[in-house]
């Protein structure tokens, strides 16, 4: 049912002159950044630290565990055990310490062992697709955001009761699926809620509550190193259920979403309590120049999709920008999987790689006013060369390869940290989640053959770190057709996206 607007009389025709457009009403209205906020800013942030975890848990739980010789007559330090009797040799620890040890995996295909993280990012591509639109539409920014995070943490404690490969692949599948839109949802969300000023401060927020996630991995997996893989999914779970119930209580909707829902009432509500503003001035400017809108139905449940599709400069900028995520997505993604190629404390590796998201931030903070695409450029480029080295230097030098590893690591993190934020500052509002899932739904698209390359890369580097170097520095090329929004204010709607950039074009 479509809200009727005020009629104004005469008496306010003075007012109505200096009534100031709804998305500077906006940006004003949001512009202070309090405690009320900073704690809103972490509770939606911390999603992503279970997210982390989960994204990344089969360092460890898939991990190959080592071994030793119990009879040395038929076994060394160098043997192939697929081709000595299993009687000779025997796992360092338990035999269920890790899936590949307790489902006697150790001899399986490249296909076999890559299966479960492959799923999980199968099941993240589906889920983007299947999810996208459900945040942009009367479902809604928080009740997604609490929904994928509720089901990735039960599926994860069902997990556990996995009899084979498997069937613990299918539940990786859903996994993934649910997981697919929590880092869509924090971020939008985050962004949303703040203006201009702030949208860069609270994006790091979420990239360092990820952080911390990927750090305390081998933190939990250290502590039941001598004992089964399912106490890392247990206890990684349990908090992220915690989490949820909290976040249902406590966590506020996007204003800004409640506008273009026709919920004007109570995002006028929600504003007045951030805003130095006249409150009269703020009701009148929304209801006059925000849009009535219908809440959509089932049948239109994938609309913001049809959007993109009804002008050729959405559509492009989408074909692109998502080129660029599989690129920069598959270095991201892929470094940390493939710690186990670099013949170093799988612990430490990952302590190292987590600790260099820390920097990343730091970088990231200092960009900020910055412009996006020399940045994104400038470190996709280091990440691409950095992965390329590390195939030229090989297992000669160790040292120097971890080295290599680490600073391809730290370079795509930088890049993926601003990349993201130059998603949101692209579209619109009405289309803003479904966009960024799109865009999330081509970097899982990229990881999908991740885990296989990682695999096939444990007997040569070309298939893991070369393949990781040459596609990242190829997205890059995509950046050509992109605009810069540096300091630009986010529109509601794609008319006011297409007339604010023509006016660009013109001045």
Not at 352 to 368: D, G, H, K, Q
């Amino acid at each position: 049912m479509t809200n009727s607007l005020p009629i104004l009389t005469n008496s306010d025709s003075a007012k109505q002159e200096k009534l100031i457009p709804s998305d500077e009403m906006i940006e004003r209205s949001l512009g202070t950044f309090g405690w009320v906020e900073f704690v809103q800013c972490i509770l939606v942030s911390f999603a992503m630290f279970f997210d982390a975890q989960q994204s990344f848990i089969t360092i460890y739980t898939d991990d190959y565990p080592t071994w030793h010789c119990t009879n040395q007559t038929m076994c060394t330090s160098n043997s192939n055990i697929c081709k000595i009797p299993k009687s000779s040799w025997s796992w360092d620890g338990p035999s269920e310490k890790t899936i590949i040890s307790q489902w006697n995996l150790e001899c399986a295909s490249s296909f076999i062992t890559g299966l479960p993280q492959s799923s999980f990012f199968i099941g993240c591509l589906i889920g983007t697709f299947a999810l996208a639109t459900l945040a942009d539409t009367s479902f809604g920014r928080k009740n997604m955001l609490i929904f994928s995070c509720l089901s990735m943490s039960i599926t994860s404690i069902i997990i556990v009761f996995s009899p084979n490969v498997w069937i613990y692949s299918a539940l990786k599948f859903l996994i993934g699926f649910w997981r697919s839109s929590i880092g869509t949802c924090v971020l939008v969300l985050l962004t949303e809620k703040v203006s201009t000023e702030w949208r860069f401060t609270v994006g790091i927020v979420e990239y360092f509550c990820f952080t911390l996630g990927y750090m305390s991995l081998p933190g939990v997996a250290y502590v039941f190193r001598f004992s089964s893989w399912k106490n890392v999914y247990i206890w990684t779970s349990i908090p992220a259920i915690i989490y949820s119930i909290i976040g249902y209580f406590f966590v506020t909707e996007s204003p800004r979403w409640l506008l273009m829902q026709g919920r004007n009432q109570e995002a006028i509500a929600m504003l007045k309590g951030m805003s130095s503003e006249e409150n009269d001035d703020l009701t009148a400017s929304l209801l006059l120049n925000v849009p009535p809108q219908q809440k959509a139905s089932v049948f239109q449940l994938y609309s913001s999709i049809a959007k993109l599709f009804e002008r050729s400069w959405a559509l492009k900028r989408m074909v692109a920008i998502m080129v660029l995520g599989i690129g920069i997505g598959m270095v991201y993604f892929g470094m940390p999987l493939a710690v186990g190629n670099l013949g170093f404390d799988i612990y430490l590796a990952v302590v190292f790689n987590a600790l260099m998201e820390i920097p990343s931030c730091v970088a990231t903070y200092f960009l900020e006013n910055r412009q996006r695409k020399p940045s994104i450029l400038a470190f996709s480029l280091a990440s691409g060369i950095s992965c390329v080295m590390c195939v030229v230097v090989g297992s000669g030098v160790q040292g120097i390869k971890v080295g290599l590893a680490l600073t391809s690591f730290f370079s795509a993190c930088t890049a993926y940290n601003v990349f993201l934020i130059y998603i949101i500052e692209l579209f619109p509002t009405s289309v803003r989640n479904t966009t960024t899932s799109l865009v999330r739904q081509a970097i899982v698209f990229g990881n999908i053959f991740s885990p296989f390359l990682i695999s096939a890369g444990r007997k040569n580097d070309v298939f893991s770190y070369g393949v990781f170097g040459v596609v990242i520095m190829l997205s890059c090329i995509t950046l050509l057709s992109l605009p810069e929004t540096k300091g630009i204010a986010l529109c509601d709607t794609m008319d006011q996206q297409e007339k604010k950039e023509k006016l660009c074009v013109v001045l």
